[in-house]
């Protein structure tokens, strides 16, 4: 199973969107500052997790969102929590 995921920077006012097997172990790294692309806007907050069963389905979503607007994420995550 994998899960892909959208964390929110309140400090930073700022969304990332990833994909990983083991969210919980993926949520304490970014919090850490052990990923390079999100150290500098900590803390996050996950607003959303979505399963998927094969990572090739999670790669799809993944890429689908990081192409949305701020606008449309928050729509997003507001239809599917």
Do not use: C
């Amino acid at each position: 199973m994998f899960q892909v995921y959208i964390l929110y920077s309140e400090v930073h006012d700022k969304f990332y969107v990833g994909q990983t097997s083991d969210i919980t172990d993926r949520l304490d790294r970014h919090n850490a500052g052990r990923v390079t692309s999100t150290k500098h806007f900590r803390p996050w907050i996950l607003k959303i997790q979505i399963n998927k069963n094969t990572r090739s389905e999670a790669v799809k979503l993944e890429s689908k969102l990081k192409n949305l607007s701020k606008l449309r994420l928050n729509k997003f995550i507001q239809k599917y929590s």
